[in-house]
């Protein structure tokens, strides 16, 4: 079946660059996607990129796609104490049949 | 409502008995999802309706779960006979359009199950 896998930890200063990781077996994906989800909050789309697309840019959030190589990256820019949360990297192949693969999440945190 | 809404929040239970879980979606929204969140893992997917029919149940781990959207708004997600493996969260998530690739999810915020 697809794996998804991410770090589980990602520890960054404030004002710096953050960049979550991912990596993915499923030759077939068609869209990736990033989740975030904070404590005691839902998961929320923060952005997604077409299979056929390389990156994707979004005010601070840069998505970076290497289907080659099945990797995926989502980088913050500036990174601040608002961004602390855990970081779902997530796929879908073909026509979405078995829902979305998430990988376990990368938790960010964010040093003074 | 504004966002998806999941009662209750948090449900203790014990081992064998049966529990419903309800997830109310944004008004209007066609497709509904189940997911489970194991403890640091992941979400999984478990069923998705569109409109009222099961469109795919094909992540429902056995025949004890089962889902209903009756009328094609509310979902109930039923699990007979709990196992404490059936510990998890388990969020709704809704979406306007039946696309199941590029339509974006909004999940609620989750039903936590402990099962003692």
């Known amino acids: 079946g697809e794996d998804v896998e991410q770090s589980l930890f990602l520890s960054v200063r404030e004002g710096d660059s953050s960049v979550i990781n991912c990596t993915y077996t499923?030759?077939?994906?068609?869209?990736l996607y990033w989740y975030k989800q904070e404590p005691g909050a839902g998961l929320q789309l923060l952005t997604y990129?077409?299979?056929?697309?390389d990156m994707k840019q979004d005010q601070r959030l840069t998505v970076l796609l290497n289907k080659k190589d099945k990797h995926l990256s989502l980088r913050i820019a500036d990174t601040q104490t608002g961004d602390s949360a855990i970081y779902f990297c997530?796929?879908?192949?073909?026509?979405?049949?078995?829902?979305?693969?998430f990988g376990k999440g990368t938790h960010l945190i964010i040093q003074p | 409502g504004a966002g998806v809404s999941q009662t209750p929040s948090n449900k203790v239970t014990e081992k064998g008995k049966y529990v419903e879980l309800r997830c109310d979606p944004i008004?209007?929204?066609?497709?509904l999802y189940w997911y489970r969140q194991s403890l640091g893992q992941g979400p999984e997917f478990l069923i998705y309706?569109?409109?009222?029919?099961?469109?795919?149940d094909s992540g429902l781990p056995n025949d004890r779960f089962f889902a209903v959207r009756p009328e094609g708004s509310v979902s109930t997600l039923k699990i007979q006979r709990t196992e404490r493996g059936d510990s998890a969260v388990y969020l709704c998530a809704s979406s306007s359009t039946p696309d199941r690739v590029t339509g974006e999810l909004f999940f609620g915020e989750g039903s936590r199950l402990t099962v003692l």
């Open positions: 990129i077409f299979s056929n697309m």
């Open positions: 997530a796929e879908i192949s073909g026509g979405g049949a078995d829902g979305l693969t």
């Open positions: 309706f569109q409109g009222t029919g099961a469109a795919d």
């Open positions: 499923d030759s077939s994906s068609t869209y």
């Open positions: 008004s209007g929204h066609t497709a």
